[in-house]
Nanobody, 117 residues
C-alpha cells in the first residue's frame, strides 16, 4: 500500500486548503479511508473518514468546516478544509482504516498544514 498526501501549506486563520491523497496497492473502492492529523507533542487523531460509497463521519472539532470526499476512479481521497484555525496546525495523513501491516496502520509521509493567527 502506498499513500501520497499533498496540498498542505501555510494559510492564515479563516483560510482554506484542499488536501489530496493518492492511494495504490489495494482495492481502493471497498476501503474506508480516514484522515488523521498529528500536532507537535500530541497523539495522532482521527479527523474524518469516508466509506467506499461516500458516507462520511467527522470529529466534532472539524464538523461544519471540513469536507471529506473521494474519487474511486482516481484512487484518491480529498479533504477540503475551510475556516481554518491555528489549532488545526498539524501533519495530516490519510490511511485505509481497516488495513494493517504487522499490526500497524499504513501511513504515508503526510502533508504539513500550518495556520497562522
Amino acid at each position: 500500500v502506498q499513500l501520497v498526501e499533498s496540498g498542505g501549506g501555510l494559510v492564515q486563520s479563516g483560510g482554506s486548503l484542499r488536501l489530496s491523497c493518492e492511494v495504490s496497492g489495494l482495492q481502493f473502492s471497498i476501503n474506508v479511508m480516514g484522515w488523521y492529523r498529528q500536532a507537535p507533542g500530541k497523539r495522532r487523531e482521527l479527523v474524518a473518514d469516508i466509506t467506499g460509497r461516500g458516507r462520511t463521519t467527522y470529529a466534532d472539532f472539524v464538523k461544519g468546516r471540513f469536507t471529506n470526499s473521494r474519487d474511486n476512479a482516481k484512487n484518491s481521497v480529498y479533504l477540503q478544509m475551510d475556516s481554518l484555525k491555528p489549532e488545526d496546525t498539524a501533519v495530516y495523513y490519510c490511511t485505509p482504516t481497516g488495513l494493517r501491516i504487522d499490526g500497524n496502520m499504513y501511513w504515508g509521509q503526510g502533508t504539513q498544514v500550518t495556520v497562522s493567527s
